[in-house]
């Protein structure tokens, strides 16, 4: 098991940038790749982000791509979503996700662990 504690959202105006971080608890952090998922309102919860446990692979939706730099610092167990250029389409919940073992996936039954999110609103 794994604990997971999002912050760093709030209200932007569409252009500006803000940086999610995701701390976990546990002694484990390296074993687990991590994902981040955004919910809007009446949406289902869509894939934004992936890292592997070493940090050497990413993978990112297109709706973020060049826009989204996720990355981990594995000795302070988190996981951090950099979110430029931000667009009021980008107004969601977002959540950080783990996953223990095998490769990286895009959908959300395939993390067991999830944060409790936090809310990223941009106006126009």
């Known amino acids: 098991q794994v604990q997971l504690v999002e912050s760093g959202g709030g209200l932007v105006q569409a252009g500006g940038s803000l940086r999610l971080s995701c701390a976990a608890s546990g002694r484990t952090f390296s074993d687990y790749m991590m994902g981040w998922f955004r919910q809007a309102p009446g949406k289902e919860r869509e894939f934004v982000a992936a890292?592997?446990?070493?940090?050497?692979?990413?993978y990112y939706a297109d709706s973020v791509k060049g826009r989204c730099t996720i990355s981990r610092d594995n000795a302070k167990n988190t996981v951090y979503l950099q979110l430029n250029s931000l667009k009021p389409e980008d107004t969601a919940v977002y959540y950080c996700a783990a996953k223990k073992y095998g490769p990286i996936v895009t959908y959300a039954g395939g993390y067991a662990y999830w944060g409790q999110g936090t809310q990223v609103t941009v106006s126009s």
């Open positions: 890292i592997s446990w070493s940090g050497g692979a990413t």
